[in-house]
């Protein structure tokens, strides 16, 4: 089995910080691009950073100069660092990885994990 871990979230004040981690382990191979989403309440779930796995990344507008995505390949690992966090960050953090259940498989699948809420109080 695939399984997608999170951890890092919490509650803090405006103007913190948090890294979340998202670990990834089981049968999946040929991870192309690994990411976070977020989703609050009442609102559709929104791209918030993406890796690829030839080093680009892109941000959503709302968090760029905020928010940093980093991997470590080696270890299928993924983090986000957050900072200065305000309210409207207040969301479920998702992990999210493309990859293959075979090696050289040739197509890409979603992978989620099942979230981290992240809470910014005023």
């Known amino acids: 089995q695939v399984q997608l871990v999170e951890s890092g979230g919490g509650l803090v004040q405006a103007g913190g910080s948090l890294r979340l981690s998202c670990t990834i382990s089981?049968?999946?191979?040929?991870?192309?691009?690994m990411g976070w989403y977020r989703q609050a309440p009442g609102q559709q779930r929104e791209l918030v950073a993406a890796?690829?796995?030839?080093?680009?990344?892109n941000y959503a507008d709302s968090v760029k100069g905020r928010f940093t995505i980093s991997r470590d390949n080696a270890k299928n690992w993924v983090y986000l660092q957050m900072n200065s966090l305000k309210p409207e960050d207040t969301a479920v953090y998702y992990c999210?990885?493309?990859?293959?259940?075979?090696?050289?498989?040739?197509?890409?699948?979603?992978?989620w994990g099942q979230g981290t809420q992240v809470t910014v109080s005023s």
């Open positions: 999210n990885v493309h990859g293959s259940p075979y090696r050289n498989y040739g197509v890409q699948y979603d992978y």
């Open positions: 089981g049968r999946i191979f040929d991870i192309n691009a």
């Open positions: 890796a690829t796995s030839g080093g680009s990344t």
